[in-house]
């Protein structure tokens, strides 16, 4: 079975910063396009940032100048790096990718399960 796993969430000040990172669960495991998702208590899940394999990336407007989307391919893990933390970026955090590749085999629509973001004011 096919999983992604999520590191780096945690509590931090308002104006701080984190770095999350989501990674197939083997070495072996390739990743096309993947993005980061988060859901807040009560609200929908939304897209935060998305790359590409090849590296293309776009932001949603709230997390623009503020967050980056990078990725590791040798690695096969995508960063967030999140700087200028609000309390409203809290928030569970997912990283999703659209389709992971084990040798000749494909899986789709592959979800981790999640990092809680907490930004105090």
């Known amino acids: 079975q096919v999983q992604l796993v999520e590191s780096g969430g945690g509590l931090v000040q308002s104006g701080g910063s984190l770095r999350l990172s989501c990674a197939a669960s083997?070495?072996?495991?390739?990743?096309?396009?993947i993005g980061w998702y988060r859901q807040a208590p009560g609200k929908q899940r939304e897209l935060v940032a998305s790359?590409?394999?090849?590296?293309?990336?776009n932001y949603a407007d709230s997390v623009k100048g503020r967050f980056t989307i990078s990725r590791d391919n040798a690695k096969n893990t995508v960063y967030l790096q999140m700087n200028s933390l609000k309390p409203e970026d809290t928030a569970v955090y997912y990283c999703?990718?659209?389709?992971?590749?084990?040798?000749?085999?494909?899986?789709?629509?592959?979800w981790g399960q999640g990092t809680q973001v907490t930004v105090s004011s």
């Open positions: 083997r070495i072996a495991y390739r990743i096309n396009n």
């Open positions: 999703n990718a659209d389709r992971v590749w084990r040798g000749s085999e494909a899986y789709d629509d592959v």
């Open positions: 790359i590409t394999e090849g590296g293309t990336r």
